[in-house]
Nanobody, 114 residues
Framework: QVQLVESGGGLVQPGGSLRLSCVAS????????MGWYRQAPGKERELVAD????????NYADSAKGRFTISRDNARNTVWLQMNSLKPEDTAKYYC???????WGQGIQVTVPS
């Protein structure tokens, strides 16, 4: 079955960096557009970034542009989200996402205190 397992979250001070990882299993990663969503308390889940099957096309939310980078290594079944210059408003639970079938990981918390 499809599994998406996130890691790399945690508590980081404003201005710091984190790198989230998503290890995929149960399907062939290179056949799928992937992405990262996030959901803050009391807010709707929002797309942070997505990446095409071969990594050639990426899209970012305005809030992520210039600070976050999505990447992938299909041979390693892994998708990453490098997050730099983190702000308190980046605090949320982050979810790995597979576009086809709308599959989600269990999510991982990122906290940036104010």
């Amino acid at each position: 079955q499809v599994q998406l397992v996130e890691s790399g979250g945690g508590l980081v001070q404003p201005g710091g960096s984190l790198r989230l990882s998503c290890v995929a299993s149960g399907f062939t990663l290179h056949m799928h557009t992937m992405g990262w969503y996030r959901q803050a308390p009391g807010k709707e889940r929002e797309l942070v970034a997505d990446i095409s099957r071969n990594g050639g096309i990426t899209n970012y939310a305005d809030s992520a542009k210039g600070r976050f980078t999505i990447s992938r290594d299909n041979a390693r079944n892994t998708v990453w989200l490098q997050m730099n210059s983190l702000k308190p408003e980046d605090t949320a639970k982050y979810y790995c996402w597979r576009q086809r079938g709308n599959y989600w990981g269990q999510g991982i918390q990122v906290t940036v205190p104010s």
